[in-house]
Every structure is written in C-alpha cells, then in structure tokens.
C-alpha cells in the first residue's frame, strides 16, 4: 500500500540534534575550528527515534486537533485523592478505581482523615481493586508521611514525591503533570507499547522511553503528549490488535503489521472525556 509523507527529509532524529539544556561544549568546538579529527564513535549514540523532527511534530499536532483538552480519567478532587487514586490504579482499571473511590474520597479526601479512617476500613471501600491489602497498606503509610514530613501537603518535587510508600517514578510523573501542572512523560504500558510498536521513542525500559519521548516531543506539545500517547494507545493503537483503519497517524506510522495506511479525519473524539467509562486493563 501506498504510503505518504511529508515533505520533509526522513531522517532519524538523534540524541545530538535533541533538546538540551547541556552548555555548549567549548572543548569540542574548538576542535572542530581547527579541523581536528573527530573521535570515532563508541557506539553510545543511541536513535531515540524513527522520525525526522517535521514528523513529530504532524503526528502531536493531529492528536491536538482530535483530543485539545486531554484528561486522565482517574477522579480526584485535590492533589492528595490524586495520589491515593493512581497508588490504587496499578494493574487496575481507572473505571474500577473511580468506582471504589467516589465513595472513600467522599469520607476521606486528606491525609489526616485517611490516618482516621484506619486500614481496615480503607479495605472496606477498596476491596474490588486488584492488590488491596498491600494498597491500603501503602495509603495508610504515605498519609502517615505526608503528616509527618511534609505538613500534610503533597510535595510538587519527584524526588520527594518518590519517598511516599507506593509512589514510584511514575506515579510521581502523573502527580507532578496533572496536580501541578509540571510537564512530565509518565511511561505506562500504553505509552511504552506506543515508543516502541511505532518506533517512536524505542526503548528497553520505560525510563528509556521516557527520556527519548521528553526530547524528541516539541516543547508547545510537551504538557498534554502524555495523555495523548495513552488514549490514542487505549483506543486506537490497541495492544492485541491495533485499530490501524480510524488511525489518524496511519500514514505516518514506522509499524511494519499496520494494516492502513490512509490517515483518519481530524475530527474531534469523544473517547477520553472524563465521562466516558473504559475498561483498559491489559
Ligand atoms: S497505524 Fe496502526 S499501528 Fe500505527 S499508530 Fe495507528 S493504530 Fe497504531
């Protein structure tokens, strides 16, 4: 099948043409002034991605034209429910967690009254969510801390974020983004298959993704890339089987078993409102 693309020239985008904060080096450059040769490479440089930067940029733009306001769909009503929320949500769905937690947040939506509620009537509400006793423990000990330690505010740093019992990078990622306000690319299993199916950030770990997809996306997309990346791979980029035919990117695509190649129409979507209920466990 015929496929399009841009104009622009394909060429892989590498880790040297990457958005750095890195000084120039000086050392190098005047090296290169006198015409020194260059260092043969060890082998480090490693291609973060498939796509010539024109490229990236298309495919973030299309996703800002079908979904301009994307929000994750775990309920929360303050930064400390948004924590308890996704320490409950892995390996569970957020339409399962949303379920037990309009009731538990209702009674307990800060640390001090969670500590009051106790762990076993925590149980109570949380029962239908995979992992529960180890979840309500976790719950139960980061309220304690953020007591203890942080005057019962949740911290906006991922290296404090990282200290709560249950948070790890990625939790502190979906904090730092959706309470703060703070650009962040948490890598779950949706935005890894997506880095790596379409050869967009390929990586052998979701830390490998995430650097690659924090460098690679244009700054202006950078803040809602994240939600982007999971609902298009929660509703379209499908794990078993990818939806390739409503793809709005199928033209662009690096995945060899695509089964399209004519992008979708821009046209808003519905799917990922906070009102629609999925289930999306893998
Ligand atoms: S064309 Fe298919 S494989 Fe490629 S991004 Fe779209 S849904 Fe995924």
Redesign the pocket.
């Known amino acids: 099948m015929k496929t399009s693309r841009p104009e622009s020239s394909p060429e892989t985008y590498e880790k040297s043409n990457a958005r750095s904060d890195a000084p120039a080096d000086k050392t190098v450059k005047a090296k290169a002034k006198t015409g020194a040769k260059k260092p043969a490479s060890r082998g480090r440089k490693r291609k973060l991605t498939a796509y010539s930067p024109e490229e990236i940029r298309e495919i973030f733009r299309r996703f800002s034209i079908i979904r301009p306001e994307p929000k994750g769909e775990l309920e929360h009503v303050n930064p400390f429910t948004l924590v308890v929320a996704v320490a409950l949500s892995a390996q569970a769905t957020d339409a399962g967690v949303n379920k037990a937690t309009r009731a538990l947040f209702a009674v307990a939506d800060t640390p001090e009254k969670m500590v009051a509620l106790g762990e076993e009537r925590l149980i109570s509400y949380i029962k239908t969510i995979g992992l529960f006793r180890n979840k309500a423990k976790n719950v139960i000990a980061l309220s304690e801390k953020l007591i203890r330690d942080f005057g019962g505010e949740v911290p906006r740093t991922r290296e404090e974020l990282v200290t709560l019992p249950g948070v790890g990078r990625k939790t502190a990622n979906v904090v730092m983004s959706m309470a703060f306000g703070i650009p962040t690319m948490a890598v779950d299993t949706h935005v890894f298959r ?1 880095g790596n ?2 050869k967009l950030a390929p990586g052998k770990t979701p830390d490998e993704v995430e650097a690659a997809l924090m460098a690679i996306i244009p700054e202006e997309y950078l803040f809602h890339a994240h939600h982007w990346l999971i609902l ?1 791979g929660r509703y ?3 794990a078993r089987r ?3 035919e ?5 033209d662009l ?3 060899e ?5 004519i992008p979708a129409p821009l046209v808003e979507s519905a799917e990922g409102l906070p009102q629609t209920v999925t289930e999306h466990a893998e």
């Open positions: 997506i199916r379409l298009h379209c980029c499908k990818p939806e390739c409503t793809c709005v990117i199928a695509c690096r995945f078993g695509k089964t399209n190649a």
